[in-house]
């Protein structure tokens, strides 16, 4: 069992930045890093950012490449979402889950209340 929550979120302009926070509480994780998600209204929930097990491996969607930054602190408590450059489609509300290959496990319900962010132009 995993237990997710997710900060940080907030209303900022165009340009700027914002720091998400992701609170890991699970036993293990087992072979899966930990990813971010985002879901704008109206569309599908769809993939952000990601790091492996080891934590030296990041993955990122090409709509924020060179724009995002994904970490996690040593013992996996918490992983953070560094959003520079920020641009109106980046709102939407933002997910951290266990994540493999870009993709949580299968049967993923786990999902915290997500953190909002809304950029403004």
């Known amino acids: 069992q995993v237990q997710l929550q997710e900060s940080g979120g907030g209303l900022v302009q165009a340009g700027g930045s914002l720091r998400l926070s992701c609170a890991v509480s699970a036993r293990s994780l087992g072979n899966y890093g930990m990813g971010w998600f985002r879901q704008a209204p109206g569309k599908e929930r769809e993939f952000v950012a990601a790091?492996?097990?080891?934590?030296?491996?990041?993955a990122y969607s090409d709509s924020v490449k060179g724009r995002f930054t994904m970490s996690r602190d040593i013992r996996w408590n918490t992983v953070y979402l560094q959003m520079n450059n920020l641009k109106p489609e980046d709102t939407a509300v933002y997910y951290c889950?266990?994540?493999?290959?870009?993709?949580?496990?299968?049967?993923?319900?786990?999902w915290g209340q997500g953190t909002q962010v809304t950029v403004s132009s």
């Open positions: 790091i492996d097990l080891s934590g030296r491996n990041t």
């Open positions: 889950a266990p994540t493999r290959n870009r993709a949580v496990p299968t049967g993923f319900s786990s």
